[in-house]
């Protein structure tokens, strides 16, 4: 509550230098909106939203919902930046639906708006569209734990978000397509599961249920040799509970999404391999496209793969893997 | 004192009570039964359930919403609810992960810390409720949003790790009968024990029912009302820290993201435990059963192999028998 009055509040003062100041109306004016304004990831992505409107000459008002999935207060956000004379607005949306039709309002309006890091639904409904490739992240992470497992059977936990999630989806059959099992296209928004996957339990991306998932899974497959989860903090959860077990050291554990706690325990040995996301990328580009729309007129469009790399303690054959130190020099989080 | 107090079994003319006294036994047993059901099912589904390891595991998945649920019991009976109980627990996790870490203070110091900022919260939301009388549903609601941020601005929305062993002991285990048992469900057990023989066998504990059937009447019989609801949310901040410090030794780190749903988990366990969310009702023991019930799906279809999808909509059907099994007994006794 206290971070979306502040948002309102910094929008309203926005709004009044705005006015008081037309001479410098050239000055584009980028909003940019995350998810929540505490998590690391969105923390780093507004730190390079900063940066980069600094370079570009432009101004960054920022805002955020209060939690994963509180759409009401990314529409405040927008509608008050819109109003502050925002002639862009970045956004990571909470709701992938829900947001459209706000969306369509401020474009109508001639605001163009980019999505970050997860898409809408339909994807058209933004101008464009800059994020992570997460079929692409499971990939990498698949044919790491393929390779690495060599002759072993695969006997495979996953840990995934929640039913129905596109991010968590894509991600899990990334992972069945990089161990070279059948698995539904990149476009599916269902979790397949060949036989191969043993035992399946939802995460929430949260460590202490990803814990409870991976204990009870244990309790069903005592010889599992593969843990894919859908993020560092469900591995987290997931280490533990294999520790406990005493089969830390034989389970091969993967999972996305390149935060510097999760890199560290990459570097410790409790996660074995890990995607790495760069919101700094998303924010970057974002910022970039909308000072040139600001200027020219010209909107960006479709889909870009703002990247994804794989980062191992443990090089295995036939799979590119940066190193830990590779990994923390663009992690996300606290060093 | 206590005899004189509304709810306490009086020696009634047994005619008119037959009814009356074996509905809410039903409602009572009720959760019983349905966990006992529930585990002779999974027993004939998979061959591991039925282990000493396997419920072993499933206490400790559900001992620190148990104890969160014992806090959450004692506000619901006096007709309360405490909807900031998972948030305070995350802050109160965080207070002593991050005091004994950055801070350097000694692990014992830090736990004490961290239990008492949640019991500060509860005292507040108790002062709250009973000086300017604020329904407890808007207080709790307000003191979970300001927990909320109080974590993630302390912690700096950063997960704490390498905690002191101390800080984690409770999550050691010990072989009982070749089955490995943690430490911190002997503790949830201890503490329903004792909370349980409080509520039924002291005076303070009927006040407690009491102020949850019949405020005004309890006044009138010149029960300080207002001090019994003090004391039972400050006593539920209190148990959230313990919550905080079994959770801390559980996951082995300060989670800020922790506590999210435990609000709705511990009501969850409370009402399917058979207690009346009107208050006045209830047994402490059904709250340990009803976050049983909720751990017993959630580790049996898993064994099976079944999504768990299907626990939360067993979890939701349950509910709903609970409370309409406790509204119709209620309406039955009138």
């Known amino acids: 509550m206290l971070l979306r009055l502040s948002s309102c509040f910094s929008a309203v003062l926005v709004l009044g230098s705005a006015l008081a100041a037309p001479a410098r109306a050239q000055v584009p004016v980028i909003g940019l909106i995350t998810k929540t304004s505490t998590n690391p990831f969105f923390v780093k992505m507004r730190e390079g939203a900063e940066a980069a409107a600094k370079v570009a000459g432009a101004r960054l008002l920022t805002g955020s919902g209060r939690g994963d999935g509180d759409n009401a207060g990314q529409v405040t956000a927008m509608e008050n930046m819109v109003a502050a004379g925002a002639r862009v607005i970045l956004i990571t949306v909470s709701d992938a639906k829900a947001i459209v039709p706000s969306i369509r309002k401020a474009r109508a309006r001639g605001v163009l708006v980019i999505a970050l890091d997860s898409p809408t639904d339909p994807m058209d409904a933004t101008d464009a569209f800059l994020g992570t490739d997460n079929y692409q992240a499971g990939i990498l992470i698949g044919r790491y734990a393929r390779a690495a497992l060599g002759a072993r059977p695969a006997r495979i936990v996953t840990l995934d978000l929640l039913p129905g999630h596109p991010v968590g989806a894509q991600r899990h059959n990334g992972f069945l397509a990089g161990m070279g099992l059948v698995a539904p296209a990149a476009t599916a928004n269902t979790l397949g599961k060949p036989d191969e996957v043993v035992c399946m339990a939802d995460s929430y991306g949260d460590q202490a249920k990803g814990q409870t998932g991976m204990e009870n899974c244990l309790q069903r497959i005592p010889d599992v040799t593969v843990v894919y989860t859908v993020n560092e903090p469900s591995a987290a959860g997931a280490a533990r509970a294999l520790k406990v077990a005493g089969k830390d050291k034989t389970v091969i554990l993967v999972t996305v999404d390149g935060g510097c706690q999760g890199v560290r325990d990459v570097a410790a040995g409790a996660i074995a391999a890990t995607a790495q996301q760069y919101p700094v990328r998303m924010a970057e580009l974002g910022v970039q496209a909308g000072v040139t729309f600001v200027k020219t007129g010209k909107k960006p469009s479709g889909y870009t793969d703002t990247g994804v790399a794989l980062i191992a303690a443990r090089s295995v054959k036939g799979v590119e893997s940066r190193d830990v130190q590779a990994g923390l020099a663009s992690c996300f989080g606290n060093k | ?334």
């Open chain 2, 1 to 334: 004192m206590a005899t004189a107090v509304p709810s306490a079994p009086a020696p009634n003319p047994p005619a008119r009570l037959t009814l009356r006294e074996r509905l809410p036994s039903i409602g009572t047993l009720g959760p019983f039964v349905a966990l006992l059901l529930a585990c002779a099912f999974f027993a004939t589904r998979h061959e591991r359930f039925l282990t000493g390891e396997n419920f072993a595991l499933v206490l400790q998945q559900v001992m620190v919403v148990g104890v969160i649920a014992i806090g959450q019991t004692l506000v619901i009976l006096t007709a309360g609810i405490d909807l900031s109980c998972g948030m305070v627990m995350a802050l109160g996790g965080v207070v002593m992960a991050r005091l004994a870490t950055s801070m350097g203070i000694p692990a014992p110091a830090a736990i004490a810390a961290g239990i008492g900022v949640t019991t500060l919260f509860g005292a507040v939301n108790g002062l709250l409720v009973t000086r300017i009388r604020l329904p407890p549903f808007i207080v709790t609601l307000g003191t979970l949003n300001i927990a909320f941020a109080a974590t993630q601005l302390y912690s700096d929305a950063q997960t704490i790790t390498e905690v002191p062993p101390v800080m984690v002991a409770l999550g050691n285990t010990f072989p009982v009968a070749g089955t490995r048992v943690v430490y911190g469900v002997v503790l949830m057990l201890v503490l329903y024990l004792l909370a349980a023989v409080i509520l039924r066998q002291t005076a303070a504990g009927r006040h407690v029912y009491a102020v949850g059937n019949n405020p005004e009447a309890t006044r009138l019989l010149g029960i300080d009302t207002s001090r019994v609801l003090l004391a039972v949310y400050t006593l539920a901040g209190a148990l959230y820290g313990v919550a905080a410090l079994l959770s801390v030794a559980r996951t082995g780190v300060g989670d800020p993201n922790a506590g999210q749903t435990e609000n709705l988990d511990a009501i969850t366990a409370v009402v399917l435990g058979g207690t009346s969310l009107f208050g006045g009702r209830g047994l402490l023991l059904g709250s340990l059963v009803g976050a049983l019930i909720v751990g017993v799906f959630r580790n049996g279809l898993t064994l099976m192999g079944v999504s768990s999808v299907y626990q939360v909509l067993v979890t939701g059907v349950l509910v709903i028998l609970a409370v309409a099994t406790d509204q119709l007994s209620r309406r039955e006794g009138r």
